[in-house]
C-alpha cells in the first residue's frame, strides 16, 4: 500500500493482527485466521472490507483477498469505526476480564420470565454475549439511550447446565446456574447457543483444573512452601509416615527431598501434599 501496509492500517483500526497471517504481494494481499476467531471475525470482515477486501469461503482454507487495483486506503478510521460499532455497539460498555475474550454475540435476545403472566413474560431485548470466562446479557440502558449496561453475567464454572426450549413461535435458551437461579431468553434460533456454551463450560473448567495443578506443582517445590500452604489451611503436621515403611518421620523445615532414615526411600513434598490436599483445600 502506498501510504500504510495492510497491517498497520488494521492495527489503526483496533485489530489484533496477531490473529493473523497477513501475506502482500504485487497482484493480491491475503489475510488468514491463525484460529478459529469466534465473534472476533465479524468486526474483522468490517475492517479488511473496509479496505476493499473479500472473504473468500473455502473450508479450512478460507481467508480475505483484497486485489490491488482495489484497495482502499483513504477511507477515514473514524468512518469505517463507527460501521465496526454498528455491529457490535455493546464493545466498551463494559470491561472484559483479564485473558478473556468474545466468542459468540447475538443480538434480539429478550428475556423470559416465566412466573409472570403472559403479558409480563418478556421482558428487555439486547444481546446475549458469550466470552471463554462468562455468560453476559448487555441491554440499552433506557428507551432512546445509544449506552449499554450488562444486566446479567456469570462465570462459566457456575452454570450447572444450559437447555432449549419454546415460547410460541420462539426458541428458548435456559441457563440454571449451580446456586438454583434460572435465567431464561427468547429468540428464534436462541437454541444454537447451547452447543457453543456447553463446549465454552467444558473448555473453562479444563483450564481452571489445569491452572490448580500448575499451582499445587508450584507451590510444593520445597518443604518451607509445603508447611506455609498447610498453616493457610488450619493443618498442623511436625511428622508423617513414611509412604513405603510407614516409619514415623519429622517433617523438615527446608529443602527439596529427604530420604527415610529407615528404608531409604526418598520423598518428595508433592508427595505428602498430595495425600493431605483434600484436608486443606
Not at 13 to 37: A, N, Q, R, Y
Not at 104 to 116: H, I, L, N, P
Not at 239 to 265: D, H, I, S, W
Request: proline residues 3%; hydrophobic residues 40%.
Amino acid at each position: 500500500m502506498t501510504d500504510q501496509s495492510i497491517g498497520e492500517r488494521l492495527t489503526a483500526l483496533g485489530i489484533d493482527i496477531s490473529l493473523l497471517d497477513i501475506s502482500e504481494s504485487e497482484e493480491v494481499t491475503m489475510i488468514t485466521p491463525k484460529k478459529f476467531l469466534g465473534s472476533n471475525w465479524a468486526s474483522i470482515d468490517v475492517a479488511v472490507q473496509s479496505l476493499g477486501g473479500l472473504w473468500i469461503k473455502k473450508g479450512r482454507s478460507s481467508h480475505w483477498e483484497i486485489l490491488r487495483q482495489r484497495q482502499e486506503t483513504n477511507r477515514p478510521v473514524e468512518q469505517v469505526r463507527s460501521e465496526m460499532n454498528k455491529a457490535f455497539p455493546w464493545a466498551g460498555s463494559f470491561a472484559l476480564q483479564k485473558a478473556e475474550t468474545t466468542l459468540r454475540s447475538v443480538d434480539g435476545c429478550k428475556q423470559f420470565f416465566g412466573e409472570k403472566k403472559f403479558s409480563e413474560k418478556v421482558g428487555r431485548s439486547g444481546f446475549l454475549i458469550l466470552t471463554n470466562q462468562r455468560l453476559i446479557f448487555a441491554a440499552k440502558m433506557g428507551f432512546l439511550s445509544k449506552n449499554y449496561g450488562v444486566i446479567y453475567a456469570t462465570s462459566l464454572e457456575g452454570i450447572m447446565s444450559v437447555s432449549s426450549g419454546k415460547f410460541a413461535f420462539n426458541d428458548k435458551l435456559a441457563v440454571l446456574e449451580k446456586g438454583g437461579q434460572l435465567k431464561e431468553w427468547v429468540k428464534v434460533g436462541i437454541n444454537t447457543l447451547v452447543a457453543p456454551i456447553n463446549e465454552a463450560i467444558l473448555k473453562r473448567r479444563e483450564e481452571l483444573e489445569a491452572e490448580k495443578r500448575k499451582e499445587r506443582v508450584q507451590i510444593v517445590l520445597d518443604f518451607t512452601s509445603l508447611k506455609e500452604v498447610m498453616e493457610k489451611g488450619g493443618l498442623v503436621m511436625t511428622t508423617f509416615k513414611c509412604p513405603n515403611c510407614n516409619a514415623q518421620l519429622r517433617l523438615p523445615e527446608r529443602g527439596k527431598v529427604m530420604v527415610c532414615e529407615y528404608c531409604g526411600t526418598p520423598i518428595k513434598p508433592v508427595d505428602i501434599f498430595e495425600k493431605i490436599r483434600a484436608l486443606i483445600e
